[in-house]
């Protein structure tokens, strides 16, 4: 009856039939089957009876139907019912019913009616040839049939776990505005062609028709639909029967550069075993040449099926929606291989060649992320390591989200992309620290892998989360390559510091020394603040570093003394050189007064790192320390070299009328008292008791050369004027807060001495030598000249008391505090000078 009716009929009243004849009658024998493709749908009429499409004659249909009456009756307006029906089965995402499921007719005719309805009002858009012609070329694809696995009936291993419940077969959805249109396109398209070939020519459109505009849905939404439809094909996938007689080599390979690898390898599996049964039946020593080519021929079709789906894997994630379907055939396919893995001739390493794939197109993924050139960009690196993460976040949010749902569960294909990313981004690394000259760029790349890549941001995405564990976000990469970055950091980092420091000396004498500025007063002190931008250099790499890792930070601490440990001695060359010419002007010794406290104030900063480095920590306090000692010296000399003229001319027969020389060393000694109010309390302690102590024994050291022998009671007179200076000296050493009081006696205890009676000399030692035991014969023979004093027994009675005092005492008192012992007396020249007083008593007087 269909047949009778479709001979009678024009192209329209087919298509008319179909839907008000055919399918209202409900009858088995003629059904809708939709074609399956990869990207659009398309209707083909077939009957089940037959078990073929049906085959349009166009002789036929013109012994029944004019021209004439076909053009009149094709000249519409509005869109055809059919094509009003064909989209209503997509709207508001509705699946694209490229699987073949079996629908009842008049609900199907009703459903497509009503959606082209509620479309065609919504959309006043004009259809577009340009999508007709891509819906066409691309519904040209053979379908893809569920069918039975080959393994139960032709000899081959047990059903694998690819086998499911014999269901229809979903396919892919699109949003309704896609679908609807290339539904319409098709059939009209379809109609089209069927009217060329009656020879009817082109239908007399009045006006162009109108494409349909829909609400698109939200992304989750499709997502949902994208998913449930994938997972729906991949649950309820098998494996077509094999065919018994396989395509021709050429056909074969047409199919797998065309992506249909369902086909394509249904057809392998029958060359294969049809190659199997030609082995079988011949002997292996008389293989004829047509049995090797063909050999060959299955070698060359499986290596190229396994480079398409390589190429299909690389490529899915970059393009989810066009591969997801493909990756489900993918799937099987190698799971199907690996089950065959014991035939003869099977080719291994399926799953290794899809990871491959994968890290393959992982490693794409990374080579589009955009690298400027250190001259586009100074944060080239960062920015890089930046779009970097993006990159891979999006991607694995992809594979999340759409491709995961192609795969079987065992595949693990988050954990396997994950993996991949991570040798792949490890890969990149190497390459990129190959470019890394700068400090800031080996600190983004340390700072990339220990903090940013595990990070919230990166690994660590809520978008990635729970199928991303805890402890997959690391990045595992060869310790060797951290190391060699920390290494490569460091050497950056230390010659940095060098340059830094450097710097340091140059911003120095420009600043101060060129333009003799006088140093800054902080807090009390001369300060050059050179103690504070090295520490905060140096405060701010470790800091960094720490927030990398404990290993990296104790490298930078010991990288930065390795490097502060020369500076010392860079910086004091360079300050000598300079300041040589203004050794005479208080501007030189308020320099060196601020560089000791700028120094001492450096060292104390750098026992933040006594825990992490001691020992290169206890070397560069021992620059530091060295540098302030030699400081402090030079300031020590300067002083020593401009007071000692005034020093040499005390205890001399000018010095009892003249006062000008003490005057001076008064006034020298009161501008460095001055002076050393700006110096740090510690130093500046030590440094006032060594001025202290160098005063005094100068001063004392007069009495020992033997430059003036004191007559006619001029004894007196010089005993009064060393009181006088003496506390004058005391009352200065006082203010500059001496602690070396011990000194005090010694200038009142000699002046006591040399102006009392020559019979009472004896009775004064006693004070003197408890108070400096370290006091000498010679020493004291010095004093008694200075006194009158040359020979005679008073003389030896005095010394000889001298020996009883020291007896007595046991040369008890502070070793610390020697003072005599630092000062050369002059040599006696009395012959009798050393003779015991027992010998002699015989011929000194009782009086």
């Known amino acids: 009856m269909c047949n009778h009716i479709l001979k009678a009929l024009s192209v329209n009243t087919v298509i008319l039939c179909l839907e008000q004849n055919c399918i209202e009658s409900e009858t088995k024998n003629v059904k809708l089957v939709p074609v399956p493709a990869r990207s659009h749908c398309t209707f083909s009429v077939t009957f089940q009876d037959f078990d073929k499409e049906l085959r349009l004659d166009p002789i036929e249909q013109m012994a029944e139907v004019t021209k004439e009456e076909v053009d009149g009756e094709n000249e519409v307006n509005d869109p055809p019912e059919w094509a009003e029906d064909a989209t209503k089965g997509l709207n508001n995402g509705e699946n694209q019913m490229e699987s073949p499921v079996k629908e009842k007719s008049i609900g199907l005719r009703k459903s497509l009616r009503e959606s082209w309805k509620t479309i065609s009002k919504k959309s006043p858009m004009a259809l577009k040839s340009k999508k007709s012609e891509n819906?066409?070329?691309?519904?040209?694809?053979?379908?893809?049939?569920?069918?039975?696995?080959?393994?139960?009936?032709?000899?081959?291993?047990?059903?694998?776990?690819?086998?499911?419940?014999?269901?229809?077969?979903?396919?892919?959805?699109?949003?309704?505005?896609?679908?609807?249109?290339?539904?319409?396109?098709?059939?009209?398209?379809?109609?089209?062609?069927?009217?060329?070939?009656?020879?009817?020519?082109?239908?007399?459109?009045?006006?162009?028709?109108?494409?349909?505009?829909?609400?698109?849905?939200?992304?989750?939404?499709?997502?949902?639909?994208?998913?449930d439809a994938v997972l729906e094909l991949r649950d309820t996938y098998t494996l077509p029967e094999i065919p018994h007689m396989p395509l021709s080599v050429m056909e074969i390979n047409k199919l797998i550069e065309s992506e249909d690898l369902e086909d394509a390898y249904v057809n392998l599996l029958s060359l294969r075993q049809e190659l199997q049964k030609d082995r079988q039946a011949l002997d292996q020593e008389d293989y004829p040449i047509e049995l090797v080519n063909k050999e060959k021929d299955l070698s060359l079709l499986y290596g190229t099926l396994r480079n398409k789906m390589s190429t299909i894997v690389r490529n899915s994630s970059a393009d989810p929606s066009r591969y997801k379907e493909l990756l489900v055939y993918v799937s099987y396919i190698i799971l199907e291989e690996e089950k065959r893995q014991g035939e003869p001739g099977a080719m291994q390493g399926w799953r290794e060649a899809w990871r491959d794939a994968l890290l393959n197109g992982v490693r794409d993924t990374l080579k589009k992320v955009a690298l400027d050139s250190r001259e586009q960009n100074t944060s080239w690196l960062a920015v890089h390591l930046g779009h970097l993460g993006k990159a891979a976040v999006e991607d694995l949010k992809r594979v999340k989200t759409e491709l995961l749902s192609s795969y079987p569960e065992d595949f693990n294909v988050f954990e396997t992309y994950v993996s991949c990313y991570h040798e792949a981004v490890g890969e990149h690394l190497k390459r990129l620290v190959e470019k890394v000259t700068e400090l800031k760029d080996y600190y983004a790349l340390l700072d990339f892998i220990t903090h940013r890549y595990p990070s919230e941001k990166i690994m660590g995405s809520s978008s990635l989360q729970p199928e991303l564990k805890e402890e997959q976000r690391t990045l595992p990469l060869d310790k060797d390559f951290l190391n060699q970055i920390k290494d490569k950091y460091c050497a950056r980092l230390q010659a940095d510091m060098k340059s830094s420091l450097n710097r340091i000396i140059d911003l120095e004498n420009e600043e101060m020394w060129k333009e003799k500025r006088k140093p800054e007063i902080d807090e009390g002190i001369y300060s050059s603040h050179i103690d504070m931008d090295i520490w905060t250099h140096i405060?701010?790499?470790?800091?960094?570093?720490?927030?990398?890792?404990?290993?990296?930070?104790?490298?930078?601490?010991?990288?930065?003394?390795?490097?502060?440990?020369?500076?010392?001695?860079?910086?004091?060359?360079?300050?000598?050189?300079?300041?040589?010419?203004?050794?005479?002007?208080?501007?030189?010794?308020?320099?060196?007064?601020?560089?000791?406290?700028?120094?001492?104030?450096?060292?104390?900063?750098?026992?933040?790192?006594?825990?992490?480095?001691?020992?290169?920590?206890?070397?560069?306090?021992?620059?530091?320390?060295?540098?302030?000692?030699?400081?402090?010296?030079a300031v020590m000399e300067n002083f020593k070299t401009d007071v000692k003229p005034f020093l040499r001319r005390q205890?001399?027969?000018?010095?009892?009328?003249?006062?000008?020389?003490?005057?001076?060393?008064?006034?020298?000694?009161?501008?460095?008292?001055?002076?050393?109010?700006?110096?740090?309390?510690?130093?500046k302690q030590t440094f006032v008791n060594d001025v202290h102590f160098f005063v005094v024994k100068e001063y004392v050291s007069q009495l020992m050369k033997n430059n003036y022998l004191c007559k006619n009671r001029k004894n007196e007179t010089a005993a009064t004027k060393i009181t006088n200076q003496w506390e004058e000296l005391k009352e200065i050493f006082q203010e500059m807060n001496s602690t070396s009081d011990w000194l005090y006696p010694v200038g009142n205890q000699l002046s006591t001495i040399i102006g009392c009676k020559k019979s009472d000399v004896k009775n004064k030692l006693k004070p003197l030598v408890e108070s400096y035991p370290d006091i000498s014969k010679r020493h004291l023979s010095a004093v008694l000249y200075f006194r009158g004093i040359t020979r005679g027994r008073e003389k030896h009675i005095i010394l000889q008391r001298l020996a009883e005092q020291k007896q007595t005492s046991g040369n008890t008192g502070n070793k610390n505090q020697a003072l005599f012992s630092e000062i050369q007396a002059a040599v006696n020249t009395d012959c009798l000078a050393g003779t015991p007083f027992s010998c002699l008593s015989f011929i000194v007087p009782d009086s």
């Not at 309704?176 to 062609?193: H, N, P, Q, W, Y």
């Not at 070939?197 to 007399?204: A, D, E, I, Q």
């Not at 404990?550 to 001695?569: A, I």
């Not at 009892?656 to 700006?678: A, G, N």
């Open 651 to 683: 205890m001399t027969g000018k010095w009892f009328s003249f006062d000008e020389d003490f005057t001076q060393l008064v006034s020298r000694t009161k501008t460095l008292s001055d002076q050393s109010k700006y110096m740090t309390p510690k130093h």
């Open 135 to 227: 819906t066409d070329d691309q519904s040209s694809n053979s379908p893809l049939r569920p069918m039975h696995s080959p393994s139960l009936s032709r000899g081959s291993p047990s059903q694998s776990s690819i086998q499911s419940p014999k269901t229809e077969k979903p396919s892919l959805t699109r949003t309704m505005s896609d679908s609807a249109v290339e539904i319409t396109e098709s059939l009209v398209k379809r109609g089209t062609l069927i009217r060329h070939s009656l020879g009817l020519g082109t239908k007399k459109h009045k006006q162009e028709p109108l494409e349909p505009v829909t609400e698109a849905l939200t992304l989750s939404e499709e997502q949902i639909e994208v998913v």
């Open 539 to 633: 405060k701010g790499q470790v800091q960094g570093s720490s927030r990398i890792d404990v290993n990296l930070e104790q490298k930078v601490v010991r990288s930065c003394l390795e490097e502060l440990k020369t500076f010392p001695k860079r910086f004091e060359s360079a300050f000598i050189e300079w300041s040589h010419p203004l050794s005479n002007s208080s501007l030189w010794v308020e320099y060196h007064i601020s560089y000791i406290n700028s120094f001492s104030a450096l060292k104390e900063h750098m026992e933040n790192y006594k825990d992490i480095c001691p020992i290169p920590l206890e070397l560069v306090q021992k620059e530091i320390d060295g540098l302030t000692t030699r400081l402090s010296q």
